[in-house]
């Protein structure tokens, strides 16, 4: 599958918009995104220290605890990651 690389700080996207992008991150296709995944991810929509705001987007929207953000828990992920420079209409 290819890395996908693209910047998309400080353009407007909508929350679906948004969830689509990372989704299209979930390399294993189980419908979860894992840290790894995120950290990709993050690193490819133009987020500086991917590896920590990863770590960080799973202990806030990780609701269940399992490592993983799930298709529940993507709401509370976005809603995170608009605070990262993304702007969300």
Not at 1 to 29: H, Y
Not at 76 to 81: E, F, G, H, R, T
Request: glycine share 10%.
């Amino acid at each position: 599958m290819a890395i996908w690389s693209f910047r998309c700080v400080g353009v407007p996207l909508t929350e679906d918009q948004l969830k689509g992008l990372l989704k299209r991150f979930d390399t294993n296709g189980d419908g979860r995104l894992s840290k790894k995944e995120l950290k990709v991810a993050f690193r490819s929509l133009g987020l500086k220290h991917s590896g920590w705001r990863a770590k960080r987007a799973l202990k806030h929207a990780d609701a269940n605890g399992d490592g993983f953000i799930s298709e529940e828990e993507m709401n509370q992920m976005v809603k995170y990651a608009s605070r990262w420079g993304f702007t969300i209409y």
